[in-house]
Structures are given as C-alpha cells and as structure tokens.
C-alpha cells in the first residue's frame, strides 16, 4: 500500500499563491496516477487536477485551468500542486489522490488511496 500525507495549506490573500505537496510513502509514487481533489464546506469533493503515472498527461478542471499545475518528483515520492491567482471559491480541504489504474482521472473512484487533506483558506 501507498500512504498519502499533503502539506502547505494555509490562509493566503485573493491573489496569491501556494504549493501543496503530496509525499507517499511505502511504495513509489512513481507506479501510480495521482489526482489532487477539493471539498469545500457543505459542498461535494470535487476534482481539481491529475497526472498520470508517467507524467505525460495532465486533466484540470476548468474553473482551475490556467491557474494551478501539477508535477512530480519520482525521487522524492510527491507530487506538487501549485496554485496562481487563488480565488475565495478555492478554499476548501485539498486531498491528494493515488490509483494504479487508468480510466476516469476525474472519478474519485478511480482512485484507491487518499491522503487526509490540507486545508487551504483563501481571503478577498
């Protein structure tokens, strides 16, 4: 099995920015797709981002494209998730996501391993 632990939520201004950081352990990060999703208060976990195992494809929602981009370090086991031009709509709780298959990278079920999310808070 592949453990999850995000970090580097925090409270930052309309505006800026902030990189999360997925770190796995117990097994390479580099076996597995890995998807970075958002559940705001009252609201559903909804998909943000995706890479695949290999890095050479990427999924974005659209209310993120052109904003946040994902990328992994394989020699560090984690992924990184990096948010420009945050917006109060993107507060929420972000949990990265871990699955050794392919197919609907914005389907949670497609993913088998969670971490228990950072909480990111964006002020206007």
């Known amino acids: 099995q592949v453990q999850l632990v995000e970090s580097g939520g925090g409270l930052v201004q309309a505006g800026g920015s902030l990189r999360l950081s997925c770190a796995a352990s117990?097994?390479?990060?580099?076996?597995?797709?890995v998807g970075w999703f958002r559940q705001a208060p009252g609201k559903e976990r909804e998909f943000v981002i995706a890479i695949t195992w290999s890095g050479s494809s990427t999924y974005y929602a659209g209310s993120v494209k052109g904003r946040f981009t994902i990328s992994r370090d394989n020699a560090k086991n984690t992924v990184y998730l990096q948010m420009n031009s945050l917006k109060p709509e993107d507060t929420a709780v972000y949990y990265c996501?871990?699955?050794?298959?392919?197919?609907?990278?914005?389907?949670?079920?497609?993913?088998?391993?969670w971490g228990q999310g950072t909480q990111v808070t964006v002020s206007s």
């Open positions: 996501a871990a699955g050794s298959n392919g197919g609907n990278y914005y389907n949670p079920q497609l993913y088998g391993y």
């Open positions: 117990g097994r390479s990060i580099s076996n597995y797709n």
